[in-house]
Structure formats: C-alpha cells, structure tokens
C-alpha cells in the first residue's frame, strides 16, 4: 500500500476533490473521497455512474463514463495528468483504474 499518496480531481481546472489511496486490488485502486465545494455539482454524474453499473446497463454505463470524463481530470500523486480512468465515487469511498494511454475502443 502506498499511504499517503493522494490523487486530485478537478472540473475546468479547479481541483474538486481528492482521494487518499489506501489499497489496490488490481487493476483497482481504493480510497477516502474528500470533496471539496466544487464538486458538489458532479455528484449526480457519479450516482448516474453507479446506477448505470448497478443495474449492469451497458448504454447508461457508457453515457455515465463519458458524462463523467467530460467533467473531470485527474492528476496522479505526482502531479501528472492520468491519461484514462473509471472512476466510482460514492459518500467518502472512491475506487478507480488508470492507465497512462487512453483506453482502446472496443
């Protein structure tokens, strides 16, 4: 595990939110959620994100993603913008995977 790292999340520049990583389960990665008051506007793209993967609705999944991957970035504890991500937040838990490359389509 690699406490105390920290990756940032911001919408049109402005950092929104950060998640302390607490541990991976491959290619996953975990941890606590802090929102900053700027993200309180892109909540429902996250709970439109889980529904989509709770209710396993390929469509709505596929909508949700891309709702979400306009809205936000995401820097990497060293400051390095993540080039492709899915992630889930939900209350003070968020989960996600990263790449340095975009995702292939398919």
Request: charged fraction near 30%.
């Amino acid at each position: 595990m690699d406490a105390g790292r920290v990756w940032r999340l911001y919408h049109r520049g402005e950092l929104v939110g950060e998640i302390d990583e607490q541990s991976h389960d491959f290619p996953w990665t975990y941890g606590r959620f802090r929102p900053l008051p700027g993200f309180e506007p892109l909540r429902p793209l996250f709970a439109a994100w889980n529904a989509a993967v709770d209710g396993e609705d390929d469509a709505a999944m596929d909508r949700a993603y891309d709702a979400v991957r306009a809205a936000v970035t995401m820097t990497q504890p060293d400051g390095r913008q993540v080039a492709e991500f899915l992630l889930s937040i939900e209350d003070d838990e968020a989960g996600f995977r990263w790449h340095d490359e975009p995702f292939e389509d398919g």
